[in-house]
């Protein structure tokens, strides 16, 4: 059975689906931000999604991440993943990558198709910059992930640009590495508003960094912001009709800049 976008199709028409089976995804992080994007672009009917993941369902990640369930504790994330969404959508095309994104391998997987956008879920500050990086010199669209961890309040998250974040410390630093490099800083982001919460130390695992505090309701949410910005341009929402002429209220936001 075929995935029914029938609802879908109410709201955007037929030929934005079509856009979408012929879009092709690529989602690196399938952590307590990513999981969730990955959901949701299938569930809006994408019709190749490639999922970048090296690590394994861990206990820890229970309280955040789509795939974690008792049940899959130590299955790697990718087959979790695959599985989950192949079970949504069966003709899905699913490009599982379980491995850990390097300045060696990016280059290749960026190029393996042509992807309409890439969404940078890592939590490795190393992993993340270097994918960040290539995806500018390849000028390829991505949308990254800043910010969710060490917050509390979903509703401070936003859709912007990396040179228009305040209080994420990871903006930050990612902002600073990339003008290092002489790169643009206008990358499309979701990032927090929210100073983070100045969490107990925790001793770090042995070949682990120090873990931060997590909240499923901030990650899912950024999660869902990342997917639509990616989606938007293939909705194309400013072109469908609205009922009513009722004015937007004082405190609503500007709508999300159109990026790609």
């Known amino acids: 059975m075929s995935l029914d976008l029938s609802r879908l199709e109410l709201?955007?028409?037929p030929e934005a689906l079509e856009?979408?089976?012929k879009s092709a995804f690529l989602v690196c992080g399938l952590g307590g931000v990513g999981s969730w994007a990955a959901e949701a672009l299938c569930r809006c009917g994408v019709g190749t999604l490639g999922?970048?993941?090296f690590d394994c369902i861990q206990p820890s990640n229970l309280n955040r991440q789509?795939?974690?369930l008792h049940s899959t504790l130590g299955t790697p994330k990718?087959?979790?993943m695959a599985r989950r969404l192949l079970d949504i959508n069966p003709d899905l095309t699913l490009l599982p990558y379980p491995l850990r994104l390097t300045p060696e391998n990016l280059p290749a997987l960026l190029q393996e198709r042509p992807?309409?956008?890439?969404?940078?879920a890592i939590d490795e500050r190393t992993a993340k910059i270097a994918l960040l990086e290539e995806c500018a010199?390849?000028?390829l669209p991505v949308v990254t992930s800043l910010g969710a961890a060490n917050s509390t309040r979903p509703e401070d998250l936003e859709v912007t640009t990396l040179d228009k974040t305040s209080g994420s410390p990871l903006a930050k630093l990612v902002r600073k590495a990339l003008r290092k490099r002489g790169l643009p800083t206008g990358l499309p982001c979701v990032a927090s508003r929210e100073l983070p919460i100045l969490c107990q130390a925790t001793p770090e695992a042995e070949g682990q960094r120090r873990p931060m505090g997590s909240l499923v309701t901030v990650t899912a949410t950024a999660?869902?912001?990342c997917a639509d910005a990616l989606l938007r341009p293939l909705l194309k929402w400013e072109e469908r009709p609205r009922r009513g002429t009722t004015p937007p209220h004082p405190r609503a936001k500007e709508p999300p800049p159109a990026f790609f």
């Open 78 to 80: 990718c087959q979790a």
């Open 11 to 13: 709201l955007s028409g």
């Open 115 to 120: 992807w309409t956008g890439i969404l940078d």
């Open 223 to 225: 999660g869902f912001l």
């Open 66 to 68: 789509l795939p974690a």
């Open 137 to 139: 010199r390849q000028g």
């Open 19 to 21: 856009r979408l089976r």
């Open 51 to 53: 999922l970048v993941d």
